[in-house]
């Protein structure tokens, strides 16, 4: 087009060429305008009079039209070709049609083609977000692991140590004092006896104060369970939290008790992010085979309930374990979590 411009000369051509690339590099900076490609179908078929090359610019505008899949482009200018092409008398001239038909098909490859790499695009980009996502959520299980490690361990040295204190202890401490008794109604006269039974004793206390300090040193001021949950709550600086308990709690797993504290940990911090919050409610209610968790404040609501990466994170973390955890966003922000437990472990 240019080339038979610039043989031919005229204002009209050089007004339609300079509209033409206008309008082109503004439907490149803003994609979503391709409608104006009617524009330059309708600049083609005013030109047409003016200038006798006019409507091979059509081959252009069908062009940019089947690339920016708006399919009805160049229908404006269209009949201002037929004058052009068929003005021979003895024969017609096919050559102009073959060009805006080679156009028009060129632009709807390279349309399509253009739109396979942007899904190409999109899908890659959707895989490496759900990549990123699942090393993010391995992350945190492989950091959650020791912890349940660690809960699971100062567990097991509690119970021994209560069971200690409970049970051998009170037996033993009841058998020495049974022996200190005895002591004073022997009617023996022999030195070596009553040595014997003094020596004895002696070994007894002593076992005795060493079970005493080993139930001691077993002890850890690490708070599980329940404590744990309710010393997050009471070191929460934001606001007052309301800790309520239903149920019985003592045959909830480890595991559990892990998966909860995070749940706690992340709406606290939820709510000290993102939320103006004058309360904060936290219900823990255990049944025998499903725990119920809550945690509700009054702050800011997300429109529609939605997840950051943390909650989601932490929902595909309760699933792993047979468990689901929701959001509702109505008047409040709640976060649920529930997990089905089993009374029998074994």
Known sequence: ???????????????????????????????????????DGIACALMAASWEYAHYALVLVLFEGMYRRFYWVGFAGLPTFPGAAFQMPDYIDLSPVMLITLGALC????????QEDVQKFTMRDTEAGKYYELEHQQSDLMEALPQIER?????????????IHDNAGH????????????????ETEDADTLELYDAALGRLRAG???????????QTVTSTGVGSLL??????????VDFRTY??????????????????????????????????????????????????????????????????????????IGGSLSVDADKVFRVICVIPVSTNPG
């Open 1 to 39: 087009m240019f080339a038979l411009w610039f043989r031919e000369g005229g204002t009209a051509g050089f007004f339609l060429l300079l509209s033409l690339i206008i309008l082109s590099l503004f439907r490149w900076r803003f994609p979503k305008l391709k409608a104006t490609v009617m524009i």
């Open 208 to 218: 005795v104060d060493k079970i005493r300090e080993t139930a001691h040193n077993l």
């Open 247 to 320: 149920g019985d709690t003592s045959h909830i797993p480890m595991y559990v008790w892990s998966m909860l504290e995070a749940c706690l940990n992340e709406s606290l911090t939820n709510v000290m992010r993102h939320a103006k919050a004058s309360y904060v409610s936290v219900e823990l209610d255990a049944t025998q085979h499903i725990v119920r968790f809550s945690i509700e404040n009054d702050g800011v609501v997300r429109p529609g309930g939605a997840m950051g990466i943390g909650l989601r994170n932490l929902r595909h973390r309760a699933m792993s």
């Open 231 to 240: 010393e997050i709550c009471q070191n929460f600086p934001g606001c007052l």
């Open 171 to 186: 037996e033993i401490v009841a058998a020495y004092i049974s022996l200190q008794t005895m002591r004073q109604l022997f």
């Open 151 to 163: 809960m699971t361990a100062v567990a097991e040295r509690a119970r021994i140590a209560r069971d």
């Open 107 to 114: 632009g709807l490859f390279l349309g399509k083609w253009g």
